[in-house]
């Protein structure tokens, strides 16, 4: 069983950055791929970054180049840095980790980006 907590949400203005970061625990061998997904109110859960165990990175094209994914193997943990947010960019973001074949998610972090 893998446990996933998001940290890192927030109210953020036009044009601001937030950093998510989400910690995985439980009965841990490896953590496969990992990533980060969100759903806006009315839409479907789509993704925004993924990242492998061994650092190859996927974004989804509203993130690509606004967007940085990392990943600490050791800590168990992923984060991403989000730059030059738009509302559009609003939603609650997931964090999900791939292990033993499946799929595990957090509870989710609110982002809300408004003047």
């Known amino acids: 069983q893998v446990r996933l907590v998001e940290s890192g949400g927030g109210l953020v203005q036009p044009g601001g950055s937030l950093r998510l970061s989400c910690a995985a625990s439980?009965?841990?061998?490896?953590?496969?791929?990992m990533g980060w997904y969100r759903q806006a109110p009315g839409k479907q859960r789509e993704l925004v970054a993924d990242i492998t165990s061994g650092g190859t990175t996927n974004y989804a094209e509203s993130a690509e180049g606004r967007f940085t994914i990392s990943r600490d193997n050791a800590k168990n943990t992923i984060h991403l840095q989000m730059n030059g947010l738009k509302p559009e960019d609003t939603a609650v973001y997931y964090c999900?980790?791939?292990?033993?074949?499946?799929?595990?998610w957090g509870q989710g972090t609110q982002v809300t980006v408004s003047s």
């Open positions: 999900m980790a791939l292990h033993g074949g499946i799929d595990y």
């Open positions: 439980g009965t841990i061998f490896m953590l496969n791929a």
